[in-house]
């Protein structure tokens, strides 16, 4: 009866070609699964930082060379202090002559008279006999810088007097000659103010030392001028036009007029404002051979 088809065999056959379709029935494919994620100790870590040892340290030869060390301050034993005298009292020599000061930091060089009266004048104008004389006759911008030479006429000039006569008290000697007569006076302060007026004070006339008089004091309290530049007391023109074109502190106009024309060889009384006087000496028109302003510290004094 194999064979036969029997109704349990056609059940088993069904079965089994139910089960066969089943089987062989592509299953639905089961959706890809998403890839495990990497187990942690599998992760791989993004590459170890280096470590600090191995890390690029600012390596010293990166690192900015270090700068040099400042060379080492002079020994004490290096050259000394420049010597900047700011007037002739500070100078050293005992001769009177030509010496460097250094009024305002600047170098100038002046006449200093290291003898008369203990010494350390510094002189600010000198008029005397020489050939050719030097011209006074300037402008206020030349009265302010100074000119001439130290070694025979010529004026110190108003900034220097200035700055010299703002730093301390500074008494003044003046000292007249005519032919073989000479004389002086002094004075216990002297002052130039600041410019642009460089007003003259001076005060302390000195009668007890003094042999020539007071032709100074009139001029106290005057602003400078000079040529091209009227500053005086004189409404109706200028006192240096009528004076011999110099630069003074002239009033209406002057007692003394330092800066005009030579006229040591001129016969006194000639009767013309136009040169050097210091007229309360020897009477006006005494015109002089020789004229010296100088001044010096008040601290210097002797007696
Ligand atoms: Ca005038």
Redo the contacts with the bound molecule.
């Keep these: 009866m194999v064979g036969e088809k029997s109704p349990v065999s056609g059940v088993l056959k069904d079965l089994m070609s139910f089960r066969e379709r089943i089987v062989e029935q592509p299953l639905p494919s089961e959706p890809p699964l998403p890839p495990e994620p990497p187990l942690p100790f599998e992760t791989t870590y993004p590459s170890e930082p280096p470590l600090p040892s191995e890390s690029p340290l600012p390596s010293e030869s990166l690192l900015p060379s270090e700068p040099p060390l400042p060379s080492e301050p002079p020994l004490p034993s290096g050259p000394p202090a420049p010597f900047t005298p700011a007037d002739c009292s500070e100078r050293p020599e005992k001769t009177s002559g030509v010496y460097t000061i250094y009024p305002s930091g600047a170098a100038v060089q002046v006449y200093c008279d290291q003898t008369t009266d203990g010494g350390g004048w510094t002189v600010f104008l000198r008029r005397q006999k020489q050939e050719p004389q030097l011209n006074f006759s300037r402008t206020f911008k030349e009265y302010e810088g100074g000119f001439g030479s130290p070694s025979g006429e010529y004026w110190l000039g108003l900034r220097n007097l200035h700055f010299l006569t703002s730093q301390k008290q500074y008494e003044l000697r003046v000292l007249v000659a005519r032919g073989t007569e000479s004389a002086s006076s002094h004075y216990k302060k002297f002052q130039v103010g600041a410019g642009d007026s460089y007003k003259l004070h001076v005060e302390g006339y000195d009668k007890e030392r003094s042999t020539a008089g007071d032709s100074f004091t009139y001029h106290s309290g005057r602003q400078f001028?000079a040529i091209d530049r009227?500053?005086?007391?004189?409404?109706?023109?200028?006192?240096s036009e009528w004076s011999g074109g110099g630069g003074w502190w002239?009033d209406y106009c002057f007692i003394t007029n330092p800066t005009g024309l030579f006229g040591g060889d001129k016969p006194a009384h000639e009767d013309s404002d136009l040169y050097l006087e210091w007229r309360y000496w020897q009477g006006y028109y005494a015109y002089l051979s020789e004229l010296t302003f100088m001044i010096r510290p008040k601290t210097l004094e002797l007696g």
């Design positions: 001028s009227d500053r005086d007391m004189a409404e109706g023109g200028s006192c002239y």
